[in-house]
């Protein structure tokens, strides 16, 4: 059996280590990063099978836009090699998703392949209007929204909004990415 937990302060070593095994050292260099780089998420799950183990994770963060209206961005989602098939992705998904829509968030968006997460209501062609700031694949870019209407009130390239992490240590990179570039 796999429970999905809030996201515990022992859990931190085991999702660095799922994220690395399932995204590599690229995972760092992702415009989306930008965007998480020293915040803390507003909502974080692990997915723990039996013994203990994290198997699953998926976080949420706030992100605004030139205008100050907030969307979440989701990402990274990710789960253990050897749990998938069991559908610990999709109950992390639905979870997480959840969440946001019981507390009142507008919208979720996020960068990703884009028949995964057709299943869970996103969409592609939504955010025209929304740059993120660095490279990205328009065409993965993807929004999901709870309140009608939230996202094509959003406007700009977004930048972090949550709250900053006060144990984050700035990280000094050589793959930042100009505002120009993401549009």
């Known amino acids: 059996m796999i429970d999905i937990v809030d996201e515990a302060p022992d859990h931190t070593g085991a999702r660095e280590g799922l994220l690395d095994l399932c995204f590599g050292e690229d995972r760092f260099r992702k415009t989306s990063e930008r965007l ?15 013994s203990g183990k994290l198997v699953g994770t ?3 963060w706030s992100v605004a ?14 789960v253990d090699p050897g749990c998938r098939g069991l ?11 959840n969440q946001a829509a019981v507390l ?4 979720v968006i996020l960068v990703g392949d884009q028949p995964y997460y057709t299943r869970f209501g996103f969409a592609a062609g939504l955010l025209d209007k929304v740059g993120l700031p660095g490279p990205v694949d328009y065409h993965r ?4 929204e709870f309140a009608p209407g939230h996202i094509a009130g ?3 390239v977004l930048s972090a909004a949550g709250l900053p992490d006060p144990t984050a240590v700035p990280v000094a990179r050589d793959d930042v990415f100009s505002v120009s570039q993401a549009l």
Request: no cysteine.
């Open 65 to 78: 836009d030139r205008n100050g209206s907030q969307s979440l961005l989701l990402g990274p989602l990710a």
């Open 36 to 50: 998480r780089e020293g915040r803390l998420p507003v909502f974080a799950f692990s997915a723990i099978d039996e």
């Open 141 to 144: 870019f993807l929004g999901l």
């Open 87 to 97: 559908k610990v992705g999709d109950r992390l998904m639905r979870h997480a998703l």
């Open 104 to 107: 009142g968030h507008g919208s």
């Open 154 to 156: 959003l406007e700009g």
């Open 58 to 60: 998926v976080r949420l």
